[in-house]
């Protein structure tokens, strides 16, 4: 596997260990996170939303993930931007998150 490839499902698998508190399933498998970007100097750029605009979750979610990326080896840097724009449903959930939460 290539280097690039083998740290970014790193940053997925780490990614999977985020919960939103209200919702028994992780933001990567919700279709939450919209793009992860490593530079070659090491810095992370992820693009996520919400479920909702004024998730009261909003601050433990970017701490949760700037956190558990932050200590990846070959990670420098975490910047977090949250985006509505296309704005999240349903069906950006993974197959498993639908089953998971009763949607097929």
């Known amino acids: 596997m290539n280097e690039f490839l083998e740290k970014e499902a790193q940053i997925v698998k780490v990614l999977k260990t985020v919960f939103d508190p209200e919702i028994p399933v992780n933001i990567y498998d919700l279709g939450l996170i919209y793009k992860i970007d490593l530079a070659d100097d090491g810095h992370l750029s992820i693009d996520m939303t919400l479920t909702a605009p004024g998730c009261p979750a909003v601050d433990f979610l ?12 070959g990670v420098s840097g975490v910047d977090v931007n949250i985006v ?21």
């Open 62 to 73: 970017v701490e949760d993930v700037r956190m558990k990326t932050e200590g990846l080896q």
């Open 84 to 104: 509505y724009d296309p704005p999240w449903d349903k069906s950006m959930m993974s197959e498993e998150a639908q089953l998971e939460l009763g949607f097929l």
